[in-house]
């Protein structure tokens, strides 16, 4: 089956870049995505990458697609202290229902 | 503005004693889902629905029900709650035009004592 992996938690200083790491299973996914959860919120959608592409970026955001490992990043500039959050890759499962398969998410802290 | 409406956003319960979580919808998506949200687990699907009158088992859909009888509602019910399903829940939806999006309701956090 599917599986998505995150690490939990990432801490970081404000100004530094942030770099939250995912890898994932379904060769097949036509779309990769990066949710935001903020504290006490439902998900948001941050960005997404579709499987033919290498690099997306989004102004502070750089996503990164490494197809051959299944590995997709996630690059925030520039992190602010409004950064700090939980995020959530997450693939389509192409093999029916179009399901959402999401990783555990990372708990991005960022330090003054 | 598009919104996703779940209610209760919070719920304590004893076992045993039924509920419904309800979810509505404006955007006249086709697709509705149920997702649990748990520390190291991350979001896992309970039910799924393509359409009215349509639904299916997500990885995780023991000790709930749903149903899809209008399009803009999908609720979840649970029959006989335990402690085992004291969770954060989420009501999403999906545009299944382009990028397959997700929109996220805010969530209904559960305690069942």
């Known amino acids: 089956g599917e599986d998505v992996e995150q690490s939990l938690f990432l801490s970081v200083r404000e100004g530094d870049s942030s770099v939250i790491n995912c890898t994932y299973t379904?060769?097949?996914?036509?779309?990769l995505y990066w949710y935001k959860q903020e504290p006490g919120a439902g998900l948001q959608l941050l960005t997404y990458?579709?499987?033919?592409?290498d690099m997306k970026q989004d102004q502070r955001l750089t996503v990164l697609l490494n197809k051959k490992d299944k590995h997709l990043s996630l690059r925030i500039a520039d992190t602010q202290t409004g950064d700090s959050a939980i995020y959530f890759c997450?693939?389509?499962?192409?093999?029916?229902?179009?399901?959402?398969?999401f990783g555990t998410g990372t708990q991005l802290k960022v330090e003054l | 503005e598009a919104q996703v409406t779940q209610n209760p956003r919070y719920l304590i319960t004893v076992t045993g004693k039924k509920l419904t979580v309800t979810c509505s919808q404006n955007?006249?998506?086709?697709?509705m889902s149920w997702y649990r949200q748990d520390p190291g687990l991350g979001l896992r699907q309970i039910y799924y629905?393509?359409?009215?009158?349509?639904?299916d088992k997500g990885d995780v859909p023991e000790g709930y029900k749903v149903s899809r009888k209008e399009k803009r509602n999908f609720p979840l019910i649970l029959e006989s709650p335990s402690p085992n399903q004291t969770s954060l829940y989420f009501c999403a939806t999906l545009d299944r035009a382009g990028a397959n999006v997700l929109t996220f309701g805010a969530g209904s956090r559960l305690t069942v004592l």
């Open positions: 955007m006249n998506h086709e697709y």
């Open positions: 990458i579709f499987s033919n592409m």
């Open positions: 997450a693939e389509i499962f192409t093999g029916g229902g179009n399901k959402l398969t």
């Open positions: 629905s393509m359409n009215v009158e349509v639904t």
């Open positions: 379904d060769s097949s996914s036509t779309y």
